[in-house]
């Protein structure tokens, strides 16, 4: 019997689509992620015009990790990976009682945990900022970045609860609301940096935050709550799945852990530099986040519960396939953006963020810090869904062993290089983590899946040619194109057009490459491309 406290959602209403193939899910996640993601990139122009690379942006940068680490550990590692496989294996058993029973208790939980952390982080801000996160920053920064850390664990909380919903949706497969949110988040983000801040300073950024995170957990929650999810509240230990969720939850919770405690090194280091360093990491980490959140995030975010399905069925193959096809079309598109952000690197940074305050020093700093991120971001890219495939898999333990590493390696060359490269070798020791990550796991993971390198090397290795084909173009064009978008000498229309211009010839260059060398991914995305044509025209 369907229990009073759900009923099963419409299908037009949360399900994006039972027979929707992965492709199309795919490009449907990633259409939201790159609205998303270029709304963030908006957020930060904004910002940016606002204020620039000084100790102010300095302060709220360093005031969001602390409310970053409580959303990451107690509130999304709780949603996140842990809670997906337990609730979506008692949905596809039909056992939809036992599923929000359990979401409920976890819910409540959760929320208590967090009003206990976040009263704790209250009362010990001061020495948080001064100790942990930056040291260095001058004192009346210092006092800035506190009175907003307390401000902003608002944002925690309801990002949190948005994460709850967010797993709840994605267990049936519903990608589309989850995807839009992140949209509404910036846009209150814009709006609190267009219309707050200049009557309230950074304060009204910090608003903006807050409304945006209120719209994020809204159309999430709203949803589920519109589709008969009736919340109660319940601590009983004995919730059947809770046990589960917690043993799968718990190294998670430390993967998360070490993950942040990465962005705290930099920042930690950063402060120690000169002014601005903070602001130049944050701004690059922004424009790397881009390309990562369009191709990493929405393929890791497709192809999860599909990979937690076929292990729950043994159905090997198709696990393994689901992996590989990810992969290579993850490479095919990532190597392009890389190399795309280190050689056009100072055009990117003069279209995008030299207006205001934001001015020629700060450039140089910002693209800087873009050229040593974009070596780490295939890295950064392809440990996304191979760490979601061990938790798949139900072992969340190896991802985080890795990461722990990747922190002590992290640490070492932080110190080792800030002192002579400054913020530049910041960016190069985070880079240099990521890529180590990401090959540990790979080798992990393709001893557990029987031969995932050598499966992955030859189609790699003939991406190269087209890649180098790229490359070569783009070092050509670089120079001039600097030159051309150069905003002290006047911004116009045709530096506009020119730079959009030498970017969609370049990739568009690598695409063709591609497809003559019968590469299968460009076919692939050939042939998807034409589909939709085919169905938009009729």
Request: glycine share 8%; aromatic share 8%; proline share 5%.
């Amino acid at each position: 019997m369907t229990p009073r406290f759900w009923r099963r959602p419409q299908p037009s209403i949360l399900r994006s689509g039972s027979a929707r193939s992965l492709a199309g899910n795919a490009a449907i996640v990633a259409a939201a992620f790159a609205a998303s993601r270029v709304l963030g990139l908006v957020r930060e122009v904004v910002i940016a015009s606002r204020f620039g690379t000084g100790h102010t942006y300095d302060a709220y940068v360093a005031a969001f990790r602390i409310p970053d680490l409580i959303f990451f550990i107690v509130m999304s590692g709780a949603f996140g990976s842990a809670f997906i496989p337990v609730f979506g294996g008692f949905l596809a058993k039909g056992d939809a009682e036992r599923a929000w029973n359990l979401a409920n208790t976890l819910l409540t939980w959760v929320v208590a945990g967090f009003a206990v952390v976040a009263l704790l982080v209250s009362l010990l801000a001061k020495p948080l900022i001064g100790v942990v996160i930056a040291p260095e920053l001058p004192a009346e920064s210092q006092d800035l970045a506190v009175n907003l850390t307390r401000l902003l664990l608002l944002s925690p909380l309801l990002l949190g609860l948005s994460a709850a919903g967010k797993g709840m949706l994605e267990a049936q497969s519903a990608f589309i609301l989850p995807a839009i949110a992140p949209i509404l988040y910036n846009l209150g983000i814009i709006g609190g940096a267009l219309l707050l801040t200049p009557v309230m300073g950074v304060y009204g950024l910090a608003a903006g935050v807050i409304l945006g995170s209120l719209m994020h957990v809204a159309l999430q929650f709203g949803s589920l709550l519109r589709n008969d999810l009736q919340l109660h509240p319940s601590f009983s230990p004995r919730t059947d799945g809770l046990a589960e969720v917690g043993r799968l939850m718990a190294p998670r919770i430390l993967g998360q852990t070490v993950s942040q405690v990465n962005l705290i090194v930099m920042t930690n280091f950063a402060s120690r530099l000169a002014e601005g360093s903070i602001s130049a990491l944050n701004y690059a980490q922004s424009l790397i986040l881009l390309p990562h959140g369009i191709l990493a995030m929405s393929l890791s975010t497709v192809i999860f519960p599909r990979m937690v399905q076929d292990h729950e069925r043994g159905d090997k193959k198709a696990f393994r396939r689901t992996l590989s096809v990810g992969l290579r079309t993850l490479i095919f598109l990532t190597l392009p953006a890389a190399v795309g952000l280190l050689v056009y690197r100072t055009s990117i940074v003069q279209m995008l963020f030299q207006y205001g305050s934001f001015n020629e020093e700060s450039t140089d700093m910002v693209a800087t810090a873009v050229g040593f991120f974009s070596i780490g971001l295939i890295g950064r890219a392809v440990a996304e869904p191979v760490t979601r495939t061990f938790y798949a898999m139900r072992d969340t333990r190896t991802p985080v062993v890795v990461s722990i590493l990747s922190v002590v390696v992290n640490i070492a060359l932080s110190s080792a290089l800030a002192s002579s490269m400054g913020h530049a070798g910041l960016a190069l020791s985070l880079s240099a983590t990521y890529l180590l990550r990401m090959v540990i796991l790979i080798i992990i993971l393709s001893r557990r899946a029987g031969g995932l390198i050598s499966e992955l090397a030859p189609p790699v290795t003939r991406m190269l040619v087209p890649l180098a084909v790229f490359t070569a173009v783009a070092l050509v064009a670089a120079t001039p194109l600097a030159r051309a978008t150069n905003p002290a000498d006047g911004r116009t229309l045709l530096a506009y057009v020119l730079f959009g211009l030498v970017l969609v010839c370049s990739m568009g260059l690598y695409l063709v490459t591609s497809w003559l060398l019968r590469l299968p991914e460009a076919i692939r995305l050939a042939n998807t491309a034409k589909r939709r044509f085919r169905g938009f025209r009729d």
